[in-house]
């Protein structure tokens, strides 16, 4: 095998290589940014539950102690 084949195999990986790395790091970043939007879209519907409205717990109501009386 001469040199310049070599130095050809060679190119040609170090092409794949950094091609491949430019479409790992694009999918890592749409991933990402994806995740993110899920994790927004997610948490705001959950933005505001906890100012003491909901879910409105009524512990007379709920209580129970009343479950063996036999009147």
Known sequence: MA????????NEAQKQAEKAFAGFA???KYVTYASLAFLLAVG?????VQDN???A???DQYDPSN?????
Do not use: E, I, M, Q
């Open 44 to 48: 705001a519907c959950n933005f505001g």
């Open 3 to 10: 040199k310049n084949d070599k130095d050809d195999v060679r």
């Open 26 to 28: 694009n999918w890592t």
């Open 53 to 55: 409205s909901y879910p």
């Open 57 to 59: 717990y009524n512990g």
């Open 67 to 71: 479950l063996n009386n036999k009147d």
